[in-house]
């Protein structure tokens, strides 16, 4: 389904339930709008997870401007700011007063932004590899934090691979990507998990004008000084394993925030919906029954 919302067309999609339903009471489930992360990718790839819970809660999947399914858009307005107001647009589009946010990645600092910035949507917010920014440095408080690096991963001409995505100033082509994705990407999980990879990539679907954009645009997300204010309660998860958005980035977050439980999953990476699914499950419930009625 596609909304009309700001000066973009989003798309969006309802799991298992007709849009004019939306606000029926007989539904009787607390609703959930999800946001990927990554380098602009769509939300294909949280589908085989999230759908999961679609049972117990009403699923909401949006696209952001200019990626997935969504209208292309002019790239300066592609910013978090921008986005996290697209979202707030979309929630009273679909008649709804406040919602569940789940966001993943660069997901998470929508999911962020948009509880800064319009509070009265975000009923609780569920936020997986997550940090109040990259330039944000640990403290004192976080000595001996354990800290993974994928160069302990891998060495030679992967980390090389591994540099070019993420220094190179340069817009990268499509092979480019395609190589990094496809041969770093299973190190996103933790090591006894590298062979569930392919099943994300399947779901992958990027534009390389967004990837290219997402590259300069993730390092300088911040919400240092503005995310201590949210009241909205939140429950941030992160990977013990995840060198991309490390653990201790989520317990600094974490800290910052009024009403807020931090879990570290032992056995994932970045992708722990999909690397402790069963976990992840009792997490999302434990907090959505929690804080209905907040």
């Excluded at 606000?23 to 999230?50: E, F, Q």
């Excluded at 590298?194 to 911040?222: A, C, E, G, Q």
């Amino acid at each position: 389904m596609l909304a009309q919302l700001n000066d973009a067309t989003l798309f969006f999609d309802v799991v298992d339930t007709e849009f004019e339903n939306m606000d029926d009471p007989s539904t009787n489930k607390p609703v959930m709008l999800a946001l990927s992360g990554g380098y602009g990718y769509g939300h294909a790839y949280l589908r085989p997870s999230l759908d999961n819970l679609s049972s117990d809660y009403q699923i909401i999947y949006a696209d952001m401007r200019g990626q997935g399914r969504s209208s292309d858009v002019p790239m300066s307005t592609i910013q978090f700011d921008t986005m996290a107001d697209d979202v707030a647009a979309l929630i009273t589009y679909l008649g709804l007063e406040s919602v569940f946010v789940f966001g993943h990645a660069s997901g998470s600092f929508i999911a962020q932004k948009l509880a800064i910035r319009h509070p009265g949507k975000v009923k609780g917010l569920i936020l997986v590899s997550s940090s109040m920014g990259m330039t944000v440095l640990p403290g004192k408080d976080e000595e001996g934090y354990p800290t993974p690096f994928l160069k302990d991963r891998v060495q030679g001409e992967l980390l090389d691979v591994a540099h070019n995505f993420f220094f190179n100033p340069n817009p990268l082509s499509e092979a480019t990507f395609v190589d990094y994705a496809t041969r770093v990407g299973p190190y996103y999980m933790a090591p006894k998990n590298m062979d569930r990879f392919d099943s994300i990539w399947m779901n992958v679907h990027y534009k390389m004008n967004m990837v290219n954009h997402f590259r300069s645009l993730n390092p300088f997300f911040t919400s240092l000084g503005k995310i201590s204010l949210v009241k909205t309660p939140a429950l941030i998860m992160s990977g013990f394993h995840d060198w991309a958005t490390p653990s201790v980035g989520s317990h600094m977050l974490a800290k910052k925030m009024q009403h807020c439980d931090f879990v570290v999953f032992n056995d994932s990476g970045h992708f722990l919906f999909i690397e402790e699914p069963d976990r992840f499950y009792d997490q999302v419930k434990g907090f959505i029954n929690k804080n209905i009625q907040v």
